[in-house]
């Protein structure tokens, strides 16, 4: 991984190599010890770093290898994590083994502002008030210590600038965003009105539609009146008309029996 290969860039052997046990790529001993493997076929049996093969076959014999590789035996890694190495920031040295720990904890480096000595872990997330930088603002050409950064703002005529500029073109957007809003909202309520004034219309017209119903209703009512009182009159003259004995239409119309039935009782 990257984080082995900077461990690894960082110390140095101090003994020669057991050639026969390095990686028969980079020619070193594979490092963490647990990376190393052997491709275990007789014709080949050469050790071999995990990181240092690009494909699945081995790069002298080109077998593939992913079925033929076997752990290195744990005394090899016990001969790869006992040699003897130097590091290369502090110049301390050690075993191979105890060189992680070394790495992130032991090995202290000194800050080139402040010269305050860090453990390295401490030391890539150090941010030295010694420092010189420079201005945040590009047209400013000023350098000053990290610790002096906000007083220098605080007299910088071009970050004021450049922050009354930023400034205006926030005000200029806020401007723009609420006249768009506004301009949406105006539009909103010309659609509401709209839909109000079409469902207001379609609300008389109904009611219109409805009171002409109802007076049509009314209408028709009235005709059936007047038609059932027409027809009362009319069956009231039919039944004057009509003999009492047996029903025949009358002659005169002042008479009450037929004058010329023979069951009528005064014409008999």
């Known amino acids: 991984s990257q984080h082995f290969d900077k461990i690894r860039d960082s110390f140095s052997y101090l003994e020669n190599f057991n050639f026969t046990l390095c990686c028969g790529v980079c020619h070193e001993y594979p490092y963490p010890a647990t990376n190393a493997i052997v491709h275990d076929i007789e014709a080949c049996e050469r050790f071999i770093c ?4 690009t494909s699945d076959t081995c790069p002298f014999c080109q077998v593939l290898i992913s079925d033929d590789v076997a752990r290195v035996h744990k005394y090899v890694r016990n001969i790869y994590d006992s040699a003897e190495i130097k590091c290369d920031e502090c110049g301390e040295v050690m075993d191979r083994d105890s060189y992680e720990e070394h790495y992130h904890k032991n090995c202290f480096i000194e800050c080139d502002f402040c010269h305050d000595a860090l ?3 401490d030391f890539t997330v150090h941010v030295c008030p010694e420092e010189m930088i420079d201005c945040v603002s590009d047209d400013c050409c000023s350098k000053f210590k990290r610790k002096d950064l906000e ?3 605080e007299q910088c005529k071009y970050y004021i600038m450049q922050g009354l500029e930023t400034y205006d073109r926030k005000i200029k957007f806020l401007v723009d965003s609420t006249e768009q809003i506004e301009q949406r909202a105006e539009f909103t309520n010309e659609q509401v009105n709209q839909r109000f004034s079409a469902v207001g219309k379609q609300f008389i017209a109904e009611e219109k539609k409805n009171a002409r119903s ?3 209703i009314e209408h028709l009512r009235q005709r059936v009146a007047a038609q059932e009182e027409q027809i009362s009159r009319l ?3 039919m039944r004057k008309k009509l003999c009492r004995n047996c029903g025949k239409i009358l002659s005169d119309g002042d008479l009450s029996v037929c004058r010329y039935h023979p069951v009528c009782a005064t014409y008999c």
Do not use: G, I
Request: hydrophobic fraction near 25%; charge should be negative.
């Open 50 to 53: 995990k990181t240092c093969l």
């Open 119 to 121: 453990n390295r872990d």
């Open 151 to 153: 007083t220098h703002l």
């Open 214 to 216: 109802v007076d049509a």
């Open 235 to 237: 069956e009231e003259q």
